[in-house]
């Protein structure tokens, strides 16, 4: 007589999941009085008033950390993408002016660890709560089959509000602005597939020395968040525009907000390249046109700002504790972005 089929028997225990759930939902305990309902809901509900906005625009944004998440998974780092998730979703709306309030995640594995679930909703609900906005709720799915025992695949959406008057979008550029590069703390969440087909060829690379840590700590520090460093410039009228450098690089990032007939210029002697990048050109014999269609170089993000507010902008920035530094200049063109010089390594 064969055996009895059920759902736990096929690789779904709903009393496992269920008890996972309840656990995770202490991490989620808010005060944020925008949200109306109770955890647990089928959906989260938030009040829409919004004080002080004249005319608020919601921002909407859904983000994963690519395959990152696979190697950090691999190397019991999986709390680190947390925090890459949640500041690349801000990174992504704060370019347009808009602050953050609600993030909802979606968890999908093949088996479920509870502590390992938990685990991750808490440093979800940790990196929202260090940039001012709500871990609400999400998903967490258990697919057998789908996906492998032991690979957890995360993804996230934010909401966030602007201004209408206050929107940012590269409109205002005019030629002479300034671009500004604000420092990343390395790869971000890009370029990881090259990383891993790199140390599926050369492992002992892990623990190669990258200017006094391993190359696997630099490789997963987290996704460097820039609310703190440029909120204080969203009504600046002199804040033309802001792009978020991620996979593509400079030239792909850039020129999706420069207005018709502008071009960006940059000048590639000046970047600051995080030495993490150096490690990677050496073990992979990379060439420079691929680094920097892969990577940011060591650029988190672009400010393009009047030419006569860039002191008074990178004081700011440097009061925030947030590293930036002239990069180029708009010039009339053809919304393109020109790569000029070499790199300095």
């Given at each position: 007589m064969s055996q009895r089929l059920s759902y736990a028997s096929a690789?779904?225990?709903?009393?496992?999941?269920?008890a996972a759930k309840r656990t995770m939902a202490a991490s989620m305990e808010t005060a944020d009085p925008r949200v109306l309902n109770r955890i647990g809901a089928f959906a989260t509900l938030l009040d829409a008033r919004f004080p002080g906005y004249a005319h608020p625009v919601l921002v909407h944004k859904s983000e994963e950390p690519g395959s990152k998440q696979k190697l950090a998974f691999a190397h019991g780092r999986h709390r680190g993408v947390c925090y890459d998730m949640v500041n690349h979703l801000i990174d992504d709306i704060i370019v347009m002016g808009a602050e953050p309030i609600s993030i909802q995640d979606v968890i999908v594995c093949g088996a479920m660890d509870g502590a390992i679930v938990n685990d991750l909703v808490e440093a979800l609900a940790d990196a929202c709560r260090q940039q001012g906005c709500?871990?609400?709720?999400?998903?967490?799915?258990?697919?057998?089959?789908?996906?492998?025992?032991?690979?957890?695949?995360?993804?996230?959406?934010?909401?966030?509000?602007?201004?209408k008057d206050n929107i940012i979008d590269g409109q205002a550029i005019e030629a002479?602005?300034?671009?500004?590069?604000?420092?990343?703390n390395g790869l971000h969440t890009n370029g990881y597939t090259l990383v891993r087909a790199?140390?599926?060829?050369?492992?002992?690379?892990?623990?190669?020395d990258v200017a006094g840590e391993s190359f696997l700590e630099a490789v997963l520090k987290p996704h460097t968040c820039y609310l703190q460093a440029v909120r204080g410039l969203f009504?600046?009228?002199?804040?033309?525009?802001?792009?978020?450098?991620?996979?593509?690089?400079?030239?792909?990032?850039?020129?999706?907000?420069?207005?018709?007939?502008?071009d960006a210029q940059l000048d590639l002697a000046?970047?600051?390249?995080?030495s993490v990048f150096r490690t990677l050109r050496a073990a992979g014999d990379l060439e420079d046109a691929d680094m920097l269609r892969t990577f940011n170089m060591g650029v988190g993000m672009a400010l393009v700002v009047a030419p006569e507010a860039v002191e008074q902008v990178l004081a700011h920035l440097a009061a925030q504790d947030c590293?930036?530094?002239?990069?180029?200049?708009i010039v009339a063109g053809e919304q393109e972005v020109a790569l000029q010089g070499e790199l300095a390594w």
């Open positions: 690789g779904v225990d709903i009393d496992q999941t269920d709500t871990l609400t709720g999400g998903e967490t799915s258990v697919q057998p089959g789908v996906v492998p025992d032991g690979l957890y695949v995360l993804t996230a959406s934010v909401i966030g509000v602007v201004d002479g602005d300034q671009v500004l590069a604000l420092a990343s790199l140390l599926d060829r050369q492992p002992d690379l892990l623990t190669a009504t600046d009228p002199s804040l033309h525009g802001m792009a978020h450098i991620t996979g593509g690089g400079l030239r792909d990032n850039l020129s999706r907000i420069l207005p018709l007939g502008l000046t970047l600051q390249i995080p590293r930036a530094y002239r990069l180029g200049e």
